[in-house]
């Protein structure tokens, strides 16, 4: 019971994450050390749970998936985005500064945190490093912001940005 009570809160906090500016849930599994397990049971559910699924073979399915470790990570998720966007709203109208102070060191903290899963720097590291820098700054400061379209390929190509923000670490 209490393997599935942290990973519910793992999962609150990558979804608190997922709405922090600049902190992805991605960064939030990987310091937790549950990235791997995560991006797993996602690409599990492929052709064979399907035809688990609806060949009626349920338990085959749940563990094919890890179903229990997605529904808590997920449902942790939901929760964390629910309740952060709750409490956000208000402290951006009153506190902005301290907000977003407080993301800043969120910020500052998984740099730190995600700098030390390398195991071994060398040049090809340094180089990938440097690149992801000068990318994420060319998008923060060069790149005047879209103007607002609703058109159906727009959002649904910023769909697909937004997922792969919410799981890949440091994006």
Known sequence: MKKHLLSFLKGVGIG???I???VSGGTIALITGIFERLINAIKSFDLTAIKLFFTGKFRAFAKHTDLLFVTLIFGGAGLGI???AFVLEPLLETRPVYVWSFFFGL???SVYFVGRTVKRWSMGTVISFILGAVIAISVTTLID???ENIGLWYLFLCGIAAMCSMILPGL
């Open 82 to 84: 629910y309740g952060l």
């Open 16 to 18: 608190a994450a997922n």
């Open 145 to 147: 912001p879209a103007a």
């Open 20 to 22: 922090v500016p600049g």
């Open 107 to 109: 910020i500052l903290a």
